[in-house]
T-cell receptor, first 109, second 115 residues
Framework: KNEVEQSPQNLTAQEGEFITINCSYS?????LHWLQQHPGGGIVSLFM???GKKKHGRLIATINIQEKHSSLHITASHPRDSAVYIC???????????FGTGTSLTVIP | EPEVTQTPSHQVTQMGQEVILRCVPI?????FYWYRQILGQKVEFLVS????????KSEIFDDQFSVERPDGSNFTLKIRSTKLEDSAMYFC?????????????FGPGTRLTVL
């Protein structure tokens, strides 16, 4: 079983701040997904990574396979970024996804 | 933009009753998934489905659960005899390729309340 840990659990930031959310996992994986869950409950996929770095607008995701660690960065944060950010890993041996508990982000104007 | 849809948005049922949750994945997607999220807890994988059969299921997905793709567009999750602990939000998702290679698109969820 793959344990997925996220930090911090809760994060409050001022608008404009640079934000980092971390994800660590215990077993080698083949892919990692970053998801955003809105206050209403809907889930949106932000990134799928198997190596290196990806960027979409103000969001950047990186993964270090050797260290079993990924980070999600938000530059110039905005109140509309307020959501729960979830890391999910796909473990080929288990052939299923394991989810972190999420990081609840609040961006204050 | 294509999206995954789910019906109903909220289902209330009595313990012991059967429920069917419905999903319409994105039309050209090949992989389908069900997840659940108990209130205040993390999302949990239930089952993945590819090529008209279950490709993987978690320990949660016991004999009370079944999935079906009855007509090439709908993807259903059936719970045969609901328990109080089945109360959760159930999300359907689909992807056009294997989980290692493609992002998943999630439906809005069905909130199941078992009384």
């Amino acid at each position: 079983k793959n344990e997925v840990e996220q930090s911090p659990q809760n994060l409050t930031a001022q608008e404009g701040e640079f934000i980092t959310i971390n994800c660590s996992y215990s077993v080698g994986i083949s892919a990692l997904h970053w998801l955003q869950q809105h206050p209403g409950g809907g889930i949106v996929s932000l990134f799928m990574l198997s190596s290196g770095k990806k960027k979409h607008g103000r969001l950047i995701a990186t993964i270090n396979i050797q260290e079993k660690h990924s980070s999600l960065h938000i530059t110039a944060s905005h109140p509309r970024d307020s959501a729960v950010y979830i890391c999910a890993v796909y473990w080929r041996s288990g052939n299923q996804f394991y989810f972190g508990t999420g990081t609840s982000l609040t961006v204050i104007p | 933009e294509p999206e995954v849809t789910q019906t109903p948005s909220h289902q209330v049922t009595q313990m012991g009753q059967e429920v069917i949750l419905r999903c319409v994945p994105i039309s050209n997607h090949l992989y389908f998934y069900w997840y659940r999220q108990i209130l205040g807890q993390k999302v949990e994988f239930l089952v993945s489905f590819y090529n008209n059969e279950i490709s993987e299921k978690s320990e949660i997905f016991d004999d009370q659960f079944s999935v079906e793709r009855p007509d090439g567009s709908n993807f259903t999750l059936k719970i045969r005899s609901t328990k109080l602990e089945d109360s959760a939000m159930y999300f359907c998702a689909s992807s056009e390729d294997h989980p290692e290679a493609a992002e998943q698109f999630f439906g809005p969820g069905t909130r199941l309340t078992v009384l």
